[in-house]
């Protein structure tokens, strides 16, 4: 399956942005999605995933700020980002695969397919 990413840009402070994912393939529902973000010189890092079913998980930096969902009639994912922060400032990328239960969502090894990545800066 491929991935595209896209919504990037330049925000402010205190803004919000929408960065969506279309996938290729129609089998996309029963696909796990993630996001994660590697900002310069820092290693990649999980920002939000959603299962199949709907169950959202983030990571700590971004929940209550940040809201992943998916629609499986389009096959895409989004990512609201709102409260924006300059730490934010990052380029994105969206991930899919079929991850089991007992691997770990916020592990990329879990995913197998990736997009090109899209970038966010924040500005303050």
């Known amino acids: 399956v491929q991935l595209q990413a896209f919504g990037g840009g330049l925000a402010q402070a205190g803004g919000y942005l929408r960065l969506s994912c279309a996938a290729s393939r129609r089998t996309f529902g029963n696909y796990a999605m993630g996001w994660f973000r590697q900002a310069p010189g820092e290693e990649r890092e999980f920002v939000a995933a959603i299962r199949w079913s709907g169950s959202t998980y983030y990571a700590d930096s971004v929940k209550s700020r940040f809201t992943i969902s998916r629609d499986n009639a389009n096959n895409t994912v989004s990512l609201q980002m709102n409260s924006l922060k300059p730490e934010d400032t990052a380029v994105y990328y969206c991930?899919?695969?079929?991850?089991?239960?007992?691997?770990?969502?916020?592990?990329?090894?879990?995913?197998?397919?990736w997009g090109q990545g899209t970038q966010l800066t924040v500005s303050s």
């Open positions: 991930a899919g695969g079929l991850v089991s239960y007992g691997s770990s969502l916020s592990s990329g090894l879990s995913y197998a397919n």
